[in-house]
């Protein structure tokens, strides 16, 4: 979790234009991970217009030595 303050939860704004209109758009979803990218999608108040947003996401490197910690818990079992 990234908290900055009080509150038990991720406070996100996110302020986007509206391609058919022009207006700016404030926005408290986060991106979801679908298809391996991140998205939004986002439907304007003012004219209706629904369209999706994409977020570039740097891969992560894997990691430099040695392997990756097993899992605690197999949750399959």
Do not use: N
């Not at 999608?41 to 629904?50: E, S, T, W």
């Amino acid at each position: 979790m990234t908290q900055k303050g009080l509150h038990t939860w991720d406070m996100v704004w996110h302020y986007h234009r509206c391609p058919k209109c022009g207006k700016i758009i404030e926005s408290r979803e986060e991106y979801q991970y679908r298809m391996g990218k991140y998205m939004k999608d986002i439907v304007c108040p003012y004219c209706q217009h629904a369209f999706a947003l994409e977020k570039f996401v740097r891969p992560r490197p894997a990691p430099l030595f040695g392997d990756p910690q097993p899992v605690e818990w197999d949750w399959k079992s």
